[in-house]
């Protein structure tokens, strides 16, 4: 069992830039690929970005390579999201999520956290 707690949304301006941190419980962090995903009102869930377990290995969605960056710390069992030059269209609710495979992060999770809010204002 993981449990993940997502922190650092806010509300900022178009061009600012964000961090986010999501602290996860348990002694086998370094087992588990870690994503994060994110929706905004009235659309559906979607994929931003993952990383492997010993954060050898990194994806992102098409619309976010370049501006987001996905790392993790395993010594302090936490995973970030660096999100720069933040467009209005990014706002949405981010969630952190854990998986056994970092293949199947792109479309499914095993474990979410709850997720933090993200308002990006022009």
């Known amino acids: 069992q993981v449990q993940l707690v997502e922190s650092g949304g806010g509300l900022v301006q178009a061009g600012d830039s964000l961090r986010l941190s999501c602290a996860a419980s348990?002694?086998?962090?370094?087992?588990?690929?870690m994503a994060w995903y994110r929706q905004a009102p009235g659309k559906e869930r979607e994929f931003v970005a993952a990383?492997?377990?010993?954060?050898?290995?990194?994806t992102y969605a098409d619309s976010m390579k370049g501006r987001f960056t996905i790392s993790r710390d395993n010594a302090q069992n936490t995973v970030y999201l660096q999100m720069n030059n933040l467009k209005p269209e990014d706002t949405a609710v981010y969630s952190c999520?854990?998986?056994?495979?970092?293949?199947?992060?792109?479309?499914?999770?095993?474990?979410w956290g709850q997720g933090t809010q993200v308002t990006v204002s022009s």
């Open positions: 999520a854990a998986g056994s495979s970092f293949f199947n992060m792109r479309l499914s999770a095993d474990y």
């Open positions: 990383i492997s377990g010993r954060g050898l290995t990194t």
């Open positions: 348990g002694r086998t962090f370094s087992s588990y690929a």
